[in-house]
């Protein structure tokens, strides 16, 4: 643990979408820092192409090297979809990604829905995990404006507006592809009335086993750093979810 002094996790999303899951690693690795990255004026990242997606994580990968981090992770669907296999082949530490939990939703009765941004509705990445997961009964569908909503409008996110990005299915099971949409998980549920699953638990899980680092008697201060972005947009939701315990707390 040591030789990981003032080395961080660094996270890396468009938005405050791996707020949620930074959240999830932060509540389980408490003697470990982490840095944010982001690109928040930039949203959404579902509406870009594979080759400008690639180029953006490159130039946000560059930087990320140079904190020597104990791992990186991109806390986005979008990315994880594009550019995960490009940048394990580039970068020498650990990258771990975000995938939609087909492979839970799929059992569960009925059609299995994915809602994901364009970007990754289209990638070749997702059309093999619901070959391999998806048992026959899967459907992606894109979802365009859903995350640019969210992004901009965190904090009087409405019901009647969110309906408006979900299409019209009738699902057994939801999959949230994108980690925007976390932060409306509960009237995805009201909506589509049935189980919702995202990919926060898994991907947290992932990581510990990765990083291996499980000392839960550490007794400095948790370090969490925003780099960049809107860093102090950041800052304020996850102290929200700080203080709320969570995206999917009903305090
Ligand atoms: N939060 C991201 C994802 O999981 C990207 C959303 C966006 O910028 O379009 O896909």
Same mark, same amino acid.
Request: charged share 25%.
């Given at each position: 643990?040591?030789?990981? %002094?003032?080395?961080?996790? #660094? /996270?890396?999303?468009?938005?405050? !979408? ?8 932060? @509540? ?15 949203? +959404?990242?579902?509406?870009?192409? @594979? =080759?400008?997606?690639? *180029? ?32 394990? @082949?580039?970068? +020498?530490?650990?990258? $771990?990604? $975000?995938? +939609? ?13 994915? &809602?994901?941004?364009? *970007?990754?509705? !289209? ?10 997961? !998806?048992?026959?009964?899967? =459907? ?13 409008? %965190? ?20 999959? &949230? ?5 976390? /932060?409306?998980?509960?009237? $995805? ?7 919702? /699953?995202? !990919? ?7 990581? #510990?086993?990765?990083?291996?680092? /499980? ?11 925003? &780099? *960049? ?23």
């Amino acid at each position: 643990m040591d030789k990981n %002094i003032n080395r961080s996790v #660094c /996270f890396f999303d468009s938005g405050i !979408g791996g707020l949620s899951l930074l959240y999830e690693c932060v @509540r389980r690795l408490p003697c470990v820092d982490f840095t944010y990255f982001a690109d928040n004026f930039r949203v +959404p990242y579902g509406a870009l192409t @594979r =080759e400008e997606l690639i *180029s953006i994580a490159d130039e946000k990968f560059t930087k990320i090297s140079k904190l020597k981090p104990i791992a990186a992770v991109l806390a986005c669907n979008t990315l994880t979809a594009q550019c995960i296999d490009y940048l394990r @082949r580039k970068y +020498p530490f650990e990258i $771990i990604g $975000i995938q +939609p939990a087909i492979k839970p939703a799929a059992v569960c009765k009925g059609k299995c829905v994915v &809602l994901a941004t364009p *970007s990754t509705a !289209g990638s070749k990445s997702l059309k093999l995990l619901v070959e391999k997961y !998806g048992l026959g009964n899967t =459907e992606v569908v894109a979802c365009p404006d859903l995350a640019y909503y969210i992004e901009n409008n %965190i904090s009087e996110l409405s019901f009647d507006k969110v309906k408006r990005f979900l299409p019209e299915k009738k699902a057994g099971s939801v999959v &949230l592809g994108c980690t925007h949409y976390v /932060f409306v998980k509960e009237m $995805i549920k009201d909506f589509y009335n049935c189980p919702v /699953f995202d !990919g926060i638990d898994g991907t947290a899980a992932h990581l #510990c086993e990765k990083i291996g680092i /499980f000392d839960h008697q550490c007794e400095r201060i948790q370090k969490i750093s925003f &780099l *960049s972005g809107d860093t102090a947009k950041n800052r304020l939701v996850f102290n929200t979810l700080l203080m709320k315990g969570g995206v999917n707390s009903q305090n």
